[in-house]
């Protein structure tokens, strides 16, 4: 069965630094998202992902994040400088055509120290 | 903001039992429904979607939704202590804009 797929699975990194995590989608959709969670709190809306554009971004999607697409499998989410604020699980997800099932790939647990 | 509300819980029940899970949105325009099935430090996993009003059955998942109260809600029949999870409501809007605002999420227990 088809999954999205997201490397790593876990990413220590020094605050300042910069950080990529990867994600796989499923062959043919065509939405992508990222979200992330905070342990212990809800699942949070990043950033969505359609056409080879950003169709809509939240407010924790600042300057020091971005996205891209760069080749017809990879979409990955890029943290500039990273905060120990941004520690969390990252989760990239997909759908097919507008309004299906959105699935989630496994989660990258970021622990910035 | 838009918000969708769920009981943090935990809810107990004993194995066998029907697990009643609630969820409220604010969004009257709210067009799709799914609930997501989340054990700890996993990633959410789709359990069911719905997008009229009415009931949708799925095995031993049941989910309901009522546009008119802003309310869907899960149930699940034969609950199993393998079903203790947190369970996560997701909702997407009316816009063009895809993404899904997610419950805080009900933590369900199923004792043996």
């Known amino acids: 069965e088809p999954e999205v797929t997201q490397t790593p699975s876990h990413q220590v990194t020094q605050m300042g630094q910069e950080v990529i995590l990867r994600c796989v989608p499923i062959s043919n959709h065509l939405y992508f998202y990222w979200y992330r969670q905070i342990l212990g709190q809800k699942v949070e809306f990043l950033v969505s992902?359609?056409?080879?554009?950003?169709?809509?971004k939240s407010e924790i999607f600042d300057d020091q994040f971005s996205v891209e697409r760069p080749d017809g499998s990879n979409f990955t989410l890029k943290i500039r400088s990273t905060k120990l604020e941004d520690s969390a699980m990252y989760f990239c997800a997909s759908h097919g055509t507008a309004n299906t099932e959105a699935f989630f790939g496994q989660g990258t647990r970021l622990t910035v120290v | 903001q838009k918000e969708v509300e769920q009981n943090s819980g935990p809810l107990s029940v004993p194995e066998g039992a029907i697990a009643s899970l609630n969820c409220t949105y604010s969004?009257?325009?709210?067009?799709?429904f799914f609930w997501y099935r989340q054990y700890s430090g996993k990633s959410p996993e789709l359990i069911m979607s719905?997008?009229?009003?009415g009931d949708k059955e799925d095995g031993r998942f049941t989910a309901q939704l009522n546009k008119a109260s802003q309310y869907v809600s899960l149930l699940i029949r034969d609950s199993q202590p393998s079903d203790s999870a947190t369970y996560l409501c997701?909702?997407?809007?009316?816009?063009?804009?895809?993404?899904?605002?997610f419950g805080t999420g009900t933590r369900l227990l199923v004792s043996p």
């Open positions: 997701a909702v997407r809007g009316n816009t063009g804009f895809q993404k899904l605002v």
């Open positions: 719905i997008y009229s009003n």
């Open positions: 969004d009257r325009g709210s067009q799709s």
């Open positions: 992902f359609y056409n080879n554009e950003i169709s809509e």
